[in-house]
Nanobody
Framework: QVQLVESGGGLVQTGGSLRLSCVASGRTFSGMGWFRQAPGKERERVAAISWSGGSTRYADSVKGRFTISRDNAKNTVYLQMNSLKPEDTAVYYC?????????????????WGQGTQDTVSS
């Protein structure tokens, strides 16, 4: 079974950058997504990418600041986060799309990683 492991989170000041990585134990051959969840808030899909990496989607809250990419040769998906704001503070998770409708925010995702904490200080 495919397992996902996130890394790259940490503490950064407002305006700083972080690069998150999600390494899969095997080829996913599916769309991939980055999600985040802060205490007291519902989970939000931040970004998603097609299996080939040729198409992406972003939440309005991060558009223009975050970039999702993938390197299938390394079984890795990345999330480059720039111009970070305190409201970006959350646990970030990666997951794989379970169907072909990866581009729809409400679509099914699974094989969730353990998450990595991103904290942006004021």
């Amino acid at each position: 079974q495919v397992q996902l492991v996130e890394s790259g989170g940490g503490l950064v000041q407002t305006g700083g950058s972080l690069r998150l990585s999600c390494v899969a134990s095997g080829r996913t051959f599916s769309g991939m997504g980055w999600f985040r969840q802060a205490p007291g808030k519902e989970r939000e899909r931040v970004a998603a990418i097609s299996w080939s990496g040729g198409s992406t989607r972003y939440a309005d809250s991060v558009k223009g600041r975050f970039t999702i990419s993938r390197d299938n040769a390394k079984n890795t998906v990345y999330l480059q986060m720039n111009s970070l704001k305190p409201e970006d503070t959350a646990v970030y998770y990666c997951a794989r799309a379970l169907g072909s409708d990866w581009y729809i925010a409400s679509s099914a995702y699974g094989n969730w990683g353990q998450g990595t904490q991103d904290t942006v200080s004021s």
